[in-house]
């Protein structure tokens, strides 16, 4: 089988559009590092392309005919857009899928405590990540604070140049002959993991409170009794002044500049991840290294390519969801209803509705569950079988199957929808692989495509090959994230089934 690298396949015009693309996803990587910010960013360039939002029209007059577009957000953090086709709904939709969560470390409901001086958030991580990957960097963080009255105060500290940043410490290597011995798992404890946020007490002076007891002196003492105990004095009212005092000036802080007290805490959700921006990688500059990549390149070439895509025949549908990284569980997670609550209102809106239309409906619909792929890498060849992986810039990724120890909670796709997917992309001259994640019994992974799966659709895995899945810093090739975009688009307009 030849495989083709596709930067050989572009023309000068298409270079051009390579670049200007990995431009607009760089900016939608540094501005959207949670969830929410995806869904913010997302919402904003949907609005745009004249997209309106399901519950506008719930309940109103308008009826939904080919061509119109509508979206749903579900809780902030998952959302699906549709674009309405030619054809019944009951014939089944072209649906785009990937997630918007990635690994990180999120602040615990009680968080803020001091210790010896430093002040700290106390955090669990979130996904799957090496910890050690965590320490001795710059960390940003992000997230929402919701006081009892409703309000929500939006939090983003550790991007711009001259914001703070915060960082998780490591031990010394002149003092880490025990720490190195351990085993990777154990080098750095998930408990270990406290961002630290501040060193300076809060000192308020007053001087003539400590004048007044030093003068008190007693006469039946020597000098150097006398001596000893002013030492103690002296002692406790300096502790006095700093115990506690480093995480006073923290909550003052957070009190004076964002109005949150230490309670409010319980009821935020504040997500801590690497800081800055993303950036070319290597001197051809045909990499992108930037952090959240899983699963954010698969979501915003999806995102754009419905916007891109025209004339749809069958409806095109791209869904965006939370929680994959931990098992797409919660009411924002694949396997809540809230796709199939808005499929159900669509069909309503278009005057289709019935329980049995929105069965059909999901069994005749085809589905590119898209999420990284593990990209090819050298240095661990040892982890992959070269034939069945993804290399970068190979193209967009197809795997049949995913799962671990013989292809366990893996979907499987048909052969025959295989055979549609690999024509539509042949017919539009889309470059594309076909992988594995690594060799067999290397180890293994999830997505969402069994959950959409049990509807009885064809859904096949698809994505980007990554290098460092899941680290802090994670690499792509433009030209596969522009290939990507190119493939979507030519299955939204021309996949059927
Ligand atoms: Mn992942
Ligand atoms: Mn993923």
Redesign the pocket.
């Known amino acids: 089988m030849v495989r083709k690298n596709t930067w050989t396949t572009y023309n000068q015009r298409q270079l051009k559009e390579v670049n200007k693309f990995a431009e607009e996803y760089k900016n939608f990587l540094d501005n959207a590092k949670t969830e929410r910010e995806a869904i913010d960013e997302i919402v904003n360039e949907v609005e745009e392309a004249g997209y309106v939002e399901l519950s506008k029209l719930i309940g109103g007059r308008k009826k939904l005919k080919k061509g119109d577009k509508v979206y749903s957000v579900w809780m902030n953090k998952s959302i699906v857009i549709f674009q309405i086709g030619s054809e019944p709904l009951e014939n089944g939709l072209n649906i785009l899928g990937a997630h918007i969560d990635s ?1 990180r470390l999120d602040v615990k409901q009680n968080p803020l405590f001091e210790k010896e001086g430093i002040a700290y958030l106390d955090t669990h991580y979130y ?2 990540i090496k910890k050690y990957q965590y320490v001795a960097m710059p960390l940003a963080l992000h997230g929402v604070i919701v006081k009892k009255d409703g309000t929500t105060c939006q939090l983003s500290v550790g991007e711009d140049e001259d914001d703070p940043v915060f960082f998780i410490s490591d031990l010394l290597i002149h003092l880490a002959g025990d720490q190195m011995s351990k085993k990777a798992a154990n080098v750095i404890e998930g408990e270990a993991l406290d961002l630290i946020v501040g060193n300076k007490p809060l000192v308020i002076e007053n001087e003539t409170a400590s004048k007044a007891k030093s003068s008190k002196k007693n006469t039946k003492l020597t000098v150097g009794q006398q001596y000893a105990m002013d030492e103690e004095e002296k002692e406790g009212a300096e502790k006095k002044k700093v115990s506690g005092a480093i995480k006073r000036g923290i909550l003052a802080i957070l009190k004076d500049e964002y109005g949150i007290e230490e309670d409010d805490f319980l009821s935020a959700e504040l997500e801590i991840v690497p800081a800055g921006k993303a950036r070319d990688a290597g001197f051809d500059r045909s990499m992108i290294l930037g952090y959240g990549q ?2 954010r390149v698969c979501a915003y070439p999806s995102m754009k390519a419905i916007l891109k895509a025209k004339n749809l025949k069958r409806t095109g549908v791209c869904i965006l969801v939370d929680k ?2 931990i098992g797409s569980v919660g009411a924002t997670g694949m396997r809540s209803h809230f796709f199939e609550n808005a499929v159900a209102e669509v069909l309503n809106l278009c005057g289709q509705y019935s329980d049995l239309a929105l069965r059909r409906c999901l069994a005749n619909s085809c589905m590119l569950s898209s ?2 792929s593990a990209g090819f890498d050298p240095s661990y060849a040892g982890s992959f079988e070269s034939k069945n992986s993804a290399f970068l810039g190979g193209g967009l990724v197809f795997n049949k199957f995913t799962g671990s120890r013989g292809k366990g909670g893996s979907n499987d796709a048909n052969a025959e929808y295989i055979a549609a997917v690999r024509k539509v992309c042949d017919d539009n001259k889309v470059n594309f692989q076909t992988a594995e994640l690594g060799k067999v019994d290397a180890g293994g992974g999830g997505t969402i495509a069994y959950i959409l799966a049990l509807y009885g659709m064809n859904v096949i895995d698809c994505g980007v090959a990554v290098l460092n ?2 680290a802090p810093w994670e690499a792509t090739s433009k030209a596969d994230v522009y290939e990507a975009l190119r493939g979507y688009v030519a299955f939204l307009e021309d996949m059927d089934f």
């Open positions: 690994p996904g799957g899983d699963d994959e990284e999420d990284v899945m899941h």
